[in-house]
């Protein structure tokens, strides 16, 4: 099993920056994708950002220039440097991954999710 906890969300000013970080633990044999996704109130949960383990990266038109993801595979951890944030970009902020425990076959999981609100 592949356990996702993030972390660095909170209450930032339109214009402010945050950074959220995302470490997996467990029995790891290989995370091949991570990906970045996010809910707002009403709407449906949209992808952010990707990286895969090759060294691909994409982002959303809407936080093209604003955000960048990236993965430090040491560490097993993946980040998602947001800046000019805006009130639009408020939301729950999920980790995703598609990983595989040692002695398993490769699955998606989920991280439990972090609050970022943009708000004066």
């Known amino acids: 099993q592949v356990q996702l906890v993030e972390s660095g969300g909170g209450l930032v000013q339109p214009g402010g920056s945050l950074r959220l970080s995302c470490a997996a633990s467990?029995?790891?044999?290989?995370?091949?994708?991570w990906g970045w996704y996010r809910q707002a109130p009403g709407k449906q949960r949209e992808l952010v950002a990707s990286?895969?383990?090759?060294?691909?990266?994409a982002h959303a038109d809407s936080v093209k220039g604003r955000f960048t993801v990236s993965r430090d595979n040491a560490k097993n951890t993946t980040y998602l440097q947001m800046n000019s944030l805006k009130p639009e970009d408020t939301a729950v902020y999920y980790c995703?991954?598609?990983?595989?425990?040692?002695?398993?076959?490769?699955?998606?999981?989920w991280g439990q999710g972090t609050q970022v609100t943009v708000s004066s």
């Open positions: 990286s895969a383990s090759g060294g691909s990266t």
């Open positions: 467990g029995s790891i044999f290989s995370i091949y994708v």
């Open positions: 995703h991954a598609l990983a595989r425990a040692n002695s398993d076959v490769a699955r998606y999981y």
